[in-house]
C-alpha cells in the first residue's frame, strides 16, 4: 500500500504540473480557425434590410426641380469642360476655362483591359479591408417599443463592454415580455441578476430575457454586455435587439482607437522653432543655390535641423551643425527625395521648402506654428515671392464625385474654402505651394508617392484629400532665389544647364506621371482642371 | 448724342467685362470665416441628450456577477504584475510571468508635472481633431412615430446627398402633419415638389414641411437633400427630425471617402515577386553579412528590388543590378534606417529582412504575396531559423485598456489569435518577428519612428493598432546568420566588436526607449507584459 502510495505520489507529482502547464497554456490555440477572406456577410445582411422596406406611396406623382436633382448626381458623376460662355476676344486670358481629361485614355486595346480588370479587382479589396459594417445603412423602424443605442457604441478587440440604453417600453398591458439579442462576432451576458427576470444564453451570442414585469425587464436591460470573441483589429459586429413583433439593428465598432502620436518637444523650457520644426529639403546638382538656402536659415534659426534628401551622381558633402544629408541613388527622383526627407524627421512639425528657396526676415515660422497648435489645420501653408515682387500661394479647391465601376470624377479648381477665424490672414483650401509646414505625423500617414520621379504637386494632395486639413496664410512668405538669369540661355551655369537637362521628363523616359496615378492608383476616371 | 452714346458705350465695353469678371470670381470668397479651433459644439449636444436621459427604475435592487463586472473596468484600467499561482522551484522557467511597469516612474517633480501637462494637452487637441459627432453615443427614443436612418448616411465634402428613409408614421388622425429637419454645417432642399405639402426652408439650416395628408407628406419627405455648406474635409453634423412631440437625432458624415492607393504591376503579363516585392534592409558596418544575404536572395530572385539603408562612418559600396543603395548620417539609427528603406518602395509589397539574413528554398515569398492577395491581412511574418535549428516567429498578443486622463493601459503576450480558416500554417496576432512582408501603403502609413535610434521592434506594431491585420506562417522561413562565433570574445572580428560596442546603447547616451514612447507619444499609462 505504501509503495503504492509513493508511486502514485510520484505520478502526481510529474503529471499536476504538467496538466497545469497545458492549461496554462491552452488558451494559445483554443479558437477554432477563422475565415479572414473577407466576406461581406454583415454588410449584406443590412443590405438585404434597406432592399425589403415597403415604399406605400410610389404612386404619388412630384414635379421634379431640375437645379437640385442636378446637383445629387444620381447616375455617377461626369468630366465636362466649360463652354465658352462669354465669347470676347482674350476670353481664356480674363477667365480661367474648365478642361476635362478622361483618365483611361491612355490606354489602348489589351491594355486598357488588363488596367481595367486589375483596377476592378484592387478597388473590391480595396472595400473589403476598408469599409465596415458600421459604414453602411440602417433606418430605424418607426413606431418601435424598442430603445437602443444607434451609434457610439465601441470594444477593443477581445474586450467587454456594457451596451448603453436598452429598454422596452410597450404601452400594451401583456402577460410577459421578451426580448432577445443576437451578434455574430461576441457574445452576451449580464452584470448583474435581477430576480423575477428569468435569462438564458448568457455567455453565447443570442441571449434572451423574459419576465412578467417591465419595470424589472428594464432593470436587467440596463446591464446587458458585450464582449469581442472573434478577433479583428478594426471591424463592427451588428446586433439584432428583437421584442415580439419587433426588431431594430444597430453596430457595435471593435476597433482599436485611434492611436495617439505626440512629440515631446524636449527637456527645454523654451517652447521654440528649434525643438519643434524641422526643415526639409531635397535637392539635385545645385549646391551652389543650397548653399544659400542653408545660410538664410541660419540667419534667422541657427539651431533648426534641416534634413536634406540628395540624388546628385557626384554629391558633394554639406556640412553642418543640424544638418543631416542624406544621399540616394543618383536620379531617383523628386517625390522619393521628399519621402526620404519627411521620413527622418524627429520633431512635430516639419517645414518643407525647395532647395532654391531664401529665408527673409518674413519667414516668421512661429507664424506657422502658432496657427498649426491652435487650430485643427493639419498643414498651413506660404507664400512664395519671385523676384518680380509676386506672390504665390497656388490655393486650390479639390472635390471628388462618386462615380461607378470605372471610379470617380476629380475636380480641381483654384480658390479656397473660407477664411480662418481669429486668422485673418488665412484660409482653408485643399492644395498649397511646395512652402509648407504640416505636422510630421499625418504628412507621414499621407507620404510622398515615391513613384513621381521627375515632376509632381497636387498628387500628395489627392493622396491626403480626407486626411489632412489644410490652411494658407498669406503673411508667411520665403523667396524664391532668381530664375530669370537661370531662364534665359546666356544666363545659364553648366550646372543650370544639367539641372534643367534632368528636371524635366523627355518622352522617351517611361515615367509615371500625375494622371497615371490618378488612374491606377487613385480610382479616378476624369479629372476637370481649370 | 451721338458723343455721349461712344462715351456711354466705352464705359460698358470696360465696365461690363470686369463686372462679369468680378461676378464670376465672387464665389472664392463669400462665405464668412469659419472657426476651426475645434469647439465641441456638436458633440456636447449629444453628451447633453445623454445626460438628460430618465432611469426610472433605479430603485430596483439586483445582485452582482463579480466575474463579469471585473471584465468591465468600470473606473479606468490597472497594469498589475502576476501574483505567482503556483509555488514550485523553477516556476519562471516554466510559467512565463507577467510584470507591470508604471510608465511615468521615469519622470520626476518637475519633469513629470511638465510631462503630465504636455500629454494632457495634446491629448486634448488630438481628441478634437480625430473623434467627430459620428462617434458619439446616441440612443433612439422608443415609439417614435419618425423613422430616420441610424447611420450610413454620407456626403463628400460640399456636395449633396438625398437623406434615404424619412418618414413620418402617426398612430393618431391629426387635422395637420408636421415635420422639420435642423442642422448646422449644411442645407437642406427637395429634389422633387409634391402638391398639398407647404414647404419653408428650402436652402437654409432648418426645414419645416406641414400637409394634411400624411401619405403626401412622406412621398414629399422620400426627396429631402442635404448640403455641405460648412466646409471640412472630415467631420459629421448632427441632424435634428422633429415632429410635434417627438424628435429624433442622426450624423451625416461629411468626409473625403478613404482615398485608394494601388500598385500597377506592370505591364507584364506575369505576375511575380519581381513586379509585386521589393526587398528592404538596414545595414551598419556588416558589408559581409549584407553581401551573403544579396547572394542569397539572388539566387531565387535575381530580378527583385533590394533597398538598402546604411548609417555606416565610411560606407562602402553597395553595388549590383536592382540595388537601390541609401547613405545616411553616421549612426543615425535603426528606426530611421528601416523607415528610409520603406519610404523608396515603389511596389505593392514590401519585404523586411536583417542584414544578416540569409534566404534558402524555404524562403517562399510566393507564399507570403498569396496570403496576403487573397485575405484581409496586411502584414504576414515568417520564421527566423538559427543555426541551432529553433526557428523564432516571436508572435505577440497586444491588448489595451480605456484607462483616465493619464492615460490607457498597454498588455503584451506571447501568443496568437486564432488561425485562419484555409491557410493552416498561419495565425493571427498582434506582432511578429522582424522577418515579414507587408502591403506598402499600410506600413507607410504606419511608419517607423525615427526617433528609435538604437532599439525597438514592438514599438512599430503598437503604432499600427487599429491600422495592421497581423498575420504569421510558420511554412515560410528564413535563416539567421550565425550568431555563436560572434558572441564567443575570440570569434569576433574587428567588424563584430564595433558593431556590438555601437549596437547596444550605452548608459550615457540620451536614447528615446521604446517605454519612453510608450508614455510621451501613445498617451499609455503602464504596461504588463510576459
Known amino acids: ?37 473577407g466576406r461581406d456577410t454583415l454588410k449584406n445582411l443590412l443590405d438585404e434590410r434597406i432592399r425589403h422596406m415597403k415604399y406605400e406611396n410610389d404612386n404619388i406623382p412630384y414635379r421634379i426641380k431640375e437645379n437640385i436633382l442636378r446637383t445629387l448626381a444620381i447616375n455617377g458623376c461626369v468630366c ?22 478622361q483618365l483611361n485614355a491612355m490606354f489602348q486595346g489589351a491594355e486598357l483591359q488588363r488596367a481595367k480588370q486589375y483596377r476592378n479587382k484592387e478597388y473590391q479589396s480595396f472595400r473589403e479591408r476598408t469599409f465596415t459594417a458600421a459604414d453602411s445603412l440602417i ?69 434572451h430575457f423574459v419576465s412578467d414585469s417591465l419595470a424589472l425587464l428594464n432593470r436587467q436591460l440596463q446591464f446587458v454586455t458585450y464582449t469581442n470573441t472573434q478577433f479583428h483589429p478594426n471591424t463592427a459586429d451588428v446586433v439584432q435587439f428583437k421584442t415580439t413583433g419587433f426588431q431594430a439593428l444597430f453596430t457595435i465598432k471593435i476597433r482599436h482607437p485611434p492611436m495617439p502620436t505626440f512629440y515631446n518637444p524636449g527637456p527645454k523650457k523654451d517652447y521654440n522653432v528649434s525643438t519643434l520644426v524641422t526643415i526639409a529639403t531635397k535637392t539635385f546638382l545645385r549646391y551652389d543655390k543650397l ?90 501653408g506660404g507664400g512664395v515671392r519671385e523676384v518680380t515682387g509676386y506672390t504665390a500661394n497656388y490655393r486650390h479647391i479639390i472635390t471628388t464625385d462618386a462615380g461607378d465601376e470605372e471610379g470617380d470624377c476629380l475636380h480641381i479648381r483654384t480658390g479656397y474654402h473660407h477664411v480662418i477665424e481669429g486668422f485673418p490672414n488665412c484660409v482653408v483650401a485643399d492644395a498649397v505651394i511646395n512652402f509648407f509646414m504640416a505636422r510630421t505625423e499625418k504628412i507621414q500617414k499621407v507620404t510622398f508617392d515615391p513613384r513621381l520621379a521627375r515632376v509632381g504637386h497636387l498628387a500628395f494632395f489627392i493622396d491626403g484629400l480626407g486626411t489632412l486639413h489644410v490652411g494658407s496664410c498669406d503673411d508667411v512668405t520665403i523667396n524664391h532665389a532668381s530664375k530669370i538669369k537661370g531662364m534665359l540661355p546666356w544666363g545659364q551655369s553648366e550646372t543650370d544647364k544639367a539641372y534643367s537637362a534632368f528636371r524635366y521628363p523627355s518622352e522617351k523616359e517611361e515615367n509615371v506621371n500625375e494622371y497615371d496615378l490618378y488612374y491606377l492608383k487613385n480610382h479616378f476616371k476624369c479629372i476637370t482642371s481649370d
Chains 1, 2 share one sequence.
Open 1 to 37: 500500500m505504501r509503495v503504492m502510495n509513493k508511486k502514485a505520489l510520484a505520478v502526481l507529482l510529474v503529471v499536476l504540473p504538467l496538466a497545469v502547464i497545458l492549461t496554462y497554456h491552452w488558451n494559445s490555440g483554443s479558437i477554432s480557425a477563422i475565415d479572414i477572406r
Open 80 to 101: 465636362e469642360s466649360d463652354k465658352s460662355l462669354i465669347n470676347i476676344p482674350f476670353a481664356q486670358l480674363l477667365f480661367s476655362q474648365v478642361s476635362a481629361t
Open 139 to 207: 433606418i430605424a423602424d418607426a413606431n418601435n417599443p424598442l430603445q437602443y443605442p444607434t451609434q457610439g457604441v465601441e470594444v477593443r478587440p477581445t474586450r467587454t463592454i456594457l451596451i448603453p440604453g436598452l429598454s422596452l417600453n410597450v404601452k400594451s398591458k401583456e402577460r410577459q415580455h421578451l426580448v432577445e439579442l443576437t451578434a455574430t462576432m461576441g457574445t452576451f451576458d449580464t452584470a448583474v441578476l435581477v430576480d423575477g427576470v428569468q435569462i438564458s444564453g448568457e455567455g453565447e451570442m443570442h441571449i
Open 291 to 380: 548653399q544659400d538656402l542653408i545660410d538664410s536659415i541660419r540667419k534667422f534659426y541657427p539651431t533648426v535641423t534641416i534634413v536634406i534628401a540628395d540624388d546628385t551622381k557626384d554629391p558633394k558633402p554639406v556640412k553642418g551643425p543640424y544638418i543631416e544629408h542624406y544621399l540616394m541613388p543618383f536620379g531617383k527622383g523628386w517625390f522619393p527625395g521628399r519621402n526620404l526627407a519627411v521620413s527622418q524627421v524627429m520633431t512635430k512639425y516639419v517645414l518643407w521648402v525647395d532647395d532654391d528657396f531664401i529665408f527673409t526676415s518674413n519667414t516668421k515660422l512661429e507664424k506657422m506654428v502658432d496657427i498649426l497648435e491652435r487650430t485643427t489645420l493639419d498643414l498651413v
